[in-house]
């Protein structure tokens, strides 16, 4: 999903660099989140444009690839956009791996609670953020691959074993994740606004809430 994404922020060498100024830049909306996830989306449906894409070698060429097919980005926001997940799912697998800590998050009583606790272990993002990313990973209609969410398989994590189910239950119990949702419009629903989960119209399960369940209690 990331493509050159990763190379341009998340090499070794570039990742501690923007992870910190990240911390310092504006806060971005969920606009700018879904604009980003869409011209990924694109890329993935448009052989021409992911094969432009494996091509570029710097910031600059992604931005102007993404100009041309419609998308204005800027630096700041994909940097934002991509540092961000690699917060949440570098926690949520940190917690996979150290049992104290996801039983630590999984008591927290709040999002900002959970947050709190995430920053004292030097994850930093925000309950809007770690929102967008639980709905999006349940939208998806079907079991999805979890390290084709991050975009890179890292030798030194597993992201396809990150029991997800547990997050996107504590969220939904929290009320900042829908219990039910779909971002696939079907022919016979009425609402124009197919970006709100939380309309009825939207009010049914991804495969993926079932497999997850099941696997979980297996």
């Known amino acids: 999903m990331y493509y050159q994404l990763w190379n341009l922020f998340l090499s070794e060498d570039k990742y501690s660099y923007w992870k910190e100024k990240v911390k ?108 967008w990313l639980l709905t999006e990973v349940k939208c998806s209609p079907e079991f999805v691959s979890l390290n084709n969410s991050v975009g890179e398989i890292l030798t030194a994590s597993n992201y396809g074993r990150i029991e997800i189910g547990y997050w996107i239950w504590l969220a939904e119990d929290w009320g900042i994740v829908p219990p039910f949702c779909h971002l696939h419009k079907s022919d016979n629903l009425v609402s124009e606004n197919i970006r709100n989960p939380f309309f009825l119209d939207r009010c049914f399960l991804p495969k993926s809430y079932f497999t997850q369940r099941l696997m979980s209690m297996v």
């Open 24 to 131: 310092l830049l504006p806060k971005f909306d969920h606009f700018t989140w879904q604009k980003i996830i869409d011209f990924l989306s694109l890329a993935e449906q448009n052989f021409f444009l992911t094969t432009q894409l494996e091509k570029i070698d710097s910031i600059e060429a992604f931005l102007l690839l993404a100009k041309e097919n419609g998308y204005k980005l800027t630096q700041e926001a994909l940097a934002w956009f991509v540092i961000t997940r690699k917060q949440i799912w570098d926690l949520l697998d940190t917690a996979q791996k150290i049992p104290s800590l996801k039983e630590q998050l999984l008591a927290a009583k709040n999002p900002q609670q959970f947050i709190k606790i995430a920053a004292e272990h030097r994850f930093h993002f925000s309950v809007e953020e770690l929102a």
